[in-house]
């Protein structure tokens, strides 16, 4: 046997010994999120029904909360109207669990997002999630 020949085998039986890890198994459970947060000046909490977010900013927040396994595209609002919610400084609003875009039965956890709305944009998104 030339050498190139008998090195390809050898390396083929070391790869056919092999045993690669266990896999994780589907039904193992995920860590859950805190029912509790602060978030930057924003703090996101677990609340009977829904999810309370207060500002702790001087300025308004825009916000949004959503199902962290919706697929939707998600665009921050830089809207003055009631179509881009905002948050006054030192304000508490409870997003219902109906009202979370993207709801599903059974959901476990929402992803709240915020940001602040400079010049007609948003000034960067910040998110963090919560456990129902």
């Keep these: 046997m030339r050498p190139i020949h008998l090195a390809s085998a ?3 039986s070391l790869a056919a010994c092999h045993s690669p ?3 994780i198994a589907a039904t193992e459970p995920q860590p859950q999120p805190p029912r509790s947060i602060v978030a930057g000046v924003v703090t ?3 609340v009977s029904g829904g999810v ?3 500002n702790g900013d001087d300025s308004p927040v825009a916000y949004a ?3 962290p396994d919706f697929l939707g595209l998600f665009t921050p609002c830089t809207t ?3 179509s881009c919610p905002r948050l ?3 304000a508490s609003v ?3 669990e109906a009202s979370v875009t993207g709801r599903a039965p059974g959901m476990q956890r929402v992803v709240v997002r915020w940001w602040h709305v400079v010049a007609g944009q948003a000034d960067g998104v910040r998110e963090v999630v919560v456990g129902l």
């Design 44 to 46: 996101a909490e677990r």
């Design 10 to 12: 050898a390396l083929i």
């Design 52 to 54: 309370r977010l207060t």
């Design 94 to 96: 409870t997003v219902s």
């Design 65 to 67: 909360v959503w199902n």
């Design 80 to 82: 003055t109207d009631a």
């Design 21 to 23: 890890a266990e896999p």
């Design 88 to 90: 006054g400084p030192g």
